[in-house]
T-cell receptor, first 112, second 114 residues
Framework: DQQVKQNSPSLSVQEGRISILNCDYT??????FLWYKKYPAEGPTFLISISSIKDKNEDGRFTVFLNKSAKHLSLHIVPSQPGDSAVYFCAASGTSYDKVIFGPGTSLSVIP | DARVTQTPRHKVTEMGQEVTMRCQPI?????VFWYRQTMMQGLELLAYFRNRAPLDDSGMPKDRFSAEMPDATLATLKIQPSEPRDSAVYFC????????????FGEGSRLTVL
């Protein structure tokens, strides 16, 4: 039973346009939600996070939106660049939750 | 520049052989995770340690997998005997938990079992 879901295995976007990656979760105990980025042959690296008390967090071209009532979050990348092509993992954790649980990932391709 | 170090980076072995993967977490981090990357499950949690004590290894096949942390600088994941279905990339990650969940990952150990 997956607690963190990413229903789109892949996404293709033109350079300069917006990329929107989606994530759904089932466990109400999660306090923090994170996005990690992974290039081939490398380990995942932390990209951006959001606390459950917020609905938006922005860092440069990356913005994460959280809708707690829908148990849904999304990562927006604007404008998308070819270097953003990678696998993006959604993850969830919490102060009262020991683990960090990852979704299956979405492979983003930004076409020049 | 602190980072998580994993060895070996690549391992090819035959079915039935023992495989040991090693991880050196970042000094000062209290939690160490082992994940396995698969196509279907993404990053699948196998086991994790808090202050070297095992907290949960329910994600591992108990009959063949074992995880240990003999000291603060070394975590190991052992597979005995290995099977072709164990072929995957295994990641070690460390962090300070509980907190926001920000983890630092190693580069992974790619295992191929023939």
């Amino acid at each position: 039973d997956q607690q963190v879901k990413q229903n789109s295995p892949s996404l293709s976007v033109q350079e300069g346009r917006i990329s929107i990656l989606n994530c759904d979760y089932t466990n109400s105990m999660f306090d923090y939600f994170l996005w990690y980025k992974k290039y081939p042959a490398e380990g995942p690296t932390f990209l951006i996070s959001i606390s459950s008390i917020k609905d938006k967090n922005e860092d440069g071209r990356f913005t994460v939106f959280l809708n707690k009532s829908a148990k849904h979050l999304s990562l927006h990348i604007v404008p998308s660049q070819p270097g953003d092509s990678a696998v993006y993992f959604c993850a969830a954790s919490g102060t009262s939750y020991d683990k960090v649980i990852f979704g299956p990932g979405t492979s983003l391709s930004v076409i020049p | 520049d602190a980072r998580v170090t994993q060895t070996p980076r690549h391992k090819v072995t035959e079915m039935g052989q023992e495989v040991t993967m090693r991880c050196q977490p970042i000094l000062g981090h209290n939690t160490v995770f082992w994940y396995r990357q698969t196509m279907m499950q993404g990053l699948e949690l196998l086991a994790y340690f808090r202050n070297r004590a095992p907290l949960d290894d329910s994600g591992m096949p108990k009959d063949r997998f074992s995880a240990e942390m003999p000291d603060a600088t070394l975590a190991t994941l052992k597979i005995q005997p290995s099977e072709p279905r164990d072929s995957a990339v295994y990641f070690c990650a460390s962090g300070l938990l509980p907190n926001t969940g920000e983890l630092f990952f190693g580069e992974g150990s790619r295992l191929t079992v023939l």
